[in-house]
């Protein structure tokens, strides 16, 4: 079989760190900034970058109902940072005019942690995995509440963020409030790469 497709919404963000990590994984990696591109690809990442900026070149882009359209009808997706929250059908503390792709019944909190002079580092424990994560955090966002069908796949252990949630995924769909791409540690791109080639 074919390497899967997987497209990195590049309108703003850290496309280059998520290409690098599933191209050493045997993906076909694609950037995607046009609506036609929207239907050539097995799988969609959303990076980290500014989750307000993203979502309105989303529109105007011309891409939110194609992509919209693809993840309502099973399309894999991987969010990471601002990636949560395109993905999160609630935003708790939304601008007036913010809109999302949708998909993980989720409510997020944008920048939960703080500034960037808040931002930080931690090893999490992760489902599935063996020995932890290690996880960057730059203004992260938090999950404040999932609904029953989303698997809550990694929390903060200790400070004051204690019992936070910050990586989910329900059905084909993934999300992380930290940055697994500015590591080595390529487990959770893999896990991602494994549900794309299952879907197909």
């Given amino acids: 079989m074919a390497a899967p497709r997987i497209g990195i919404l590049a ?66 997706a991987y969010g990471s940072c601002a990636g949560m929250i395109m993905l999160a059908d609630r935003i708790a503390d939304a601008r007036d ?48 509440e999932v609904g029953e069908g989303v698997e809550v796949l990694a929390r903060v252990s200790h400070g004051a963020a204690a019992g936070r949630i910050v990586a989910v995924r329900q059905g084909n769909l993934m999300a992380t409030s930290f940055h697994p791409e500015v590591g080595d540690d390529r487990r959770i791109h893999a896990e991602f790469v494994r549900i794309v080639e299952h879907s197909r």
């Avoid at 191209?23 to 694609?30: H, N, Y």
């Avoid at 194609?66 to 009808?73: I, S, V």
């Avoid at 809109?99 to 960037?116: C, H, K, P, S, Y």
């Fill in 97 to 144: 005019d913010q809109e999302t792709l949708g998909g993980i019944d989720m409510t997020v909190r944008r920048n939960a942690f703080g500034r960037q002079v808040d931002s930080f580092e931690t090893d999490l424990d992760y489902a599935g995995f063996d020995g932890s994560v290690h996880a960057v955090f730059i203004r992260a966002p938090w999950v404040e």
């Fill in 11 to 76: 309108v703003q963000g850290d496309v280059r760190e998520h290409a690098s990590a599933l191209t050493a994984l045997g993906a076909e990696v694609v950037t995607v900034r046009r609506p036609t591109e929207v239907e050539t690809i097995d799988a969609l990442v959303i990076p980290g970058g500014e989750s307000t900026v993203m979502d309105k070149l989303v529109r105007a882009f011309d891409l939110q109902e194609p992509l919209r359209k693809r993840l309502a009808n099973g399309m894999p």
